[in-house]
């Protein structure tokens, strides 16, 4: 077996081939929520089975009844070796709008960032490019006489839609995938670009759309407005009174199985060099909003919110219409934390939005993938390895962090496999992931790499 | 001169062709809001142009602003025959949503409706059907020795978009526009379709697009959900605090200039065959919505109004998006009665928005346009003659009405000109205009123009 540092020589030396498969992915648009991009989640699905073919593994894409999924698996050289699950996406968020890029996102490119190179495309950090990241680590021991652990290959072509698909595949392929003892997900973000981060804590995410219906038709708001309901004015007041004006969510019961933050946990947030004011500026505001009193780590790591992502009714087009619209429509989406129950939080959001229907209006409910939070233990021997590995890369210890978004495969690897996941990536706040212009930095790429080369030596020691 | 019954008899043998002409200018999609139709707004003017000069008047598309206007002139055989001013317009909405027109909104045709025939177009009713009726009249007129009335004829193009180039240009052509001593205004209904209606109140308009933002770029909901404020939120809860709970508009001094009914009019108007039920019916809904304790009349003739016609936000495409939007919009619409000042309520609602705007937030206003409500005079010697002429086309006495929609032309008639109009349409209820499948009773058609033949005989006596 190579050492550690030959393999490292290898990442660093071939990390412009690197670089150049990482733009192959992303030159391919696997929009999953758009159906008009099934074809092309596809092709990034076939794209990945050839990869892992070329290192002499064996894998497939899967059909499911949405995107397919990729499986892989690659044997280490030792027989009494650790047998890991890794896990990505290679599907990505849509990229609209599309007039604020500055490029094609579909047309990866380098630039300069402060520092580093920087990958501009959608998916460079979510979720290709960390992806990216262990496919290069493993062709990296494959030069070098083989793989330290065994590892299964699980990516999946529709975690920005929630992954609907997953749950039965899990259950179909348990077998299969169960055998690993740990998974390792890439999905996740260091605490800045000098300090790697493992996250502890995932909040999970309830997606709502509702579709507000009043009269047959759209009518004249001249000839028919005063006596006639409006559904945009319904949905409106039901939104504005989704909240408090302490900024806490008003569904009744919604804080039930929310904790407030452990001691222990609240003080390594304190100690984090995490600057409000910084972290405001970038994003153009000046003032925490939110719940009163709460600061930007608590609430996004530890508090749950509801957000409308999407509202339309009417007319939205140039210029006029005196149109009295008959329905309007809205996208909600719920982050939960502790124990909340995704199941009741939809009865509840339902029941708030029925309570609030005047006469002659009617609410249809469409649901978008409901799952709750989870809370990884700490000072399991795998964590405290991969902490260990991780120092000896960046230097400095790894924080122990929560996140604000979901990965509900980390929930279904809990439940449906019994399966604990480490989380570590390498990707940063200003990633602008689902967002235009997003990019992943390059030392991201190289150094997410070898991390992922020290964490399966040190798993596998 | 021929009599009367000569020239509708020519309007009966011609109806065929009559609509056959209509049918020519419904095919042009002469929508105003929308630049993309821009040259075919300036088709129709000129397809006009050409129909006055082929019944032998002098007629020019003279260009403004936005989209050209329409004028002509034609002479009455008699020297001391009156002077009037024909105002219709050439310009519709559009026809989205497309999905739900049954044929093309484009391609006029004939459908048998409820004991007529019904032509339907976008358009057909507001305003092309209507206009059609007195250049009908008038080609009967030139097929039987000539006009009993010298016309000036005015067509604009912008009345779907609050008409913004027609002020100017009633200026810039005082002297040649200001001649005639009334205004006859075709853009109005009937009461029902049997009985002829005149319009003697007319609401006013004011239209404000708002548009708030918050962070710089859109955001991922789960990286950023909790402390960044979401304008959908913000723009949902102004919108909600628009209407008391009573459905008044919680605008402080809205009610400024609207007075109560008078009894007069409240009692000619309770006199009316009106079925609320029928009418909530016909267009799905059950029960009278608005302001508490006022009836369907009431509200649409002599009520003030506030509608949201259109709301934008955040992702609104097919499945789900986890964003948190940088900005979000509406449209919204004010009806004004009485005396109610369209410059005062621009003001009060740009203050109630301001003053609901949190830190981070900001609102940018756009005007769509702002008109007062008009009240004609009763009693004048041509609304007598007008009310005999139209009771003896139809065999009953014409309803005095409101109308719930905006003529902004009246109101710049009066102001600019000095100049009363006289409001007779031959619009149904139930022309579903500015909605799919508008329509135009061919009744409507056929004995409108005739109704027109016997006014300008009775306005000429």
Known sequence: MATLEAILATIDKNIDASTQRLFDLLRIPSVST?????????????????????????????????????????????????????????DVQPPDPLELWKTEPFAPRLQQGDGTQEIVARGASDDKGQLMTFVEACRAFEANGGLPCNVTFLFEGEEETGSPSLPEFLAA??????????????????????????????????????????????????????????????????????????????????????????????????????????????????????????????QIWARPTCDVNGIVGGYTGKGSKTVLPAQASAKFSFRLVGT??????????HAFVRERLPVDVTAEFISHGASGAINLPFGSEALKRARRALADEWGVEAALTGCGGSIPIVGAFKRDLGMDALMIGFGLEDDRIHSPNEKYSLTSFHKGTRSWARVLAALAA
Not at 340 to 349: A, D, G, L, R, S
Request: glycine share 12%; with cysteine.
């Open 34 to 90: 758009d159906p008009a991009y099934t074809k092309e989640c596809e092709r990034a699905a076939d794209w990945l089975v050839r990869e892992l073919q070329g290192l002499g593994y064996s894998a497939e894409s899967r059909p499911t009844p949405g995107h397919p999924i990729v499986v892989g698996h690659a044997n280490a050289k030792r027989k009494d070796a650790p047998h890991l699950l890794f896990y990505g996406h290679y």
């Open 173 to 298: 392929n348990k077998a299969e995938l169960s055998e690993p003892a740990l998974a390792l997900v890439c999905d996740t973000g260091m605490w800045n670009a000098t300090t790697p981060g493992i996250t502890i804590m995932l909040r999970g995410l309830v997606q709502e759309e509702v579709i507000l219906r009043g009269a047959s038709h759209d009518l004249h708001s001249g000839m028919f407005g005063g006596p006639v309901v409006n559904p945009i004015h319904v949905l409106a007041k039901i939104i504005g009174e989704l909240h408090t004006e302490d900024g806490e969510v008003a569904l009744p019961g919604f804080y039930d199985g929310v904790p407030e933050l452990p001691e222990d946990i609240a003080a390594q947030w304190r100690e984090l060099d995490f600057d409000e004011a910084a972290f405001l500026e970038g994003i153009g505001l000046s003032q925490v909003g939110g719940e009163a009193g709460r600061g930007v780590i608590e």
């Open 340 to 349: 909340q129950n995704p199941t009741k939080i939809v009865e509840k959001f």
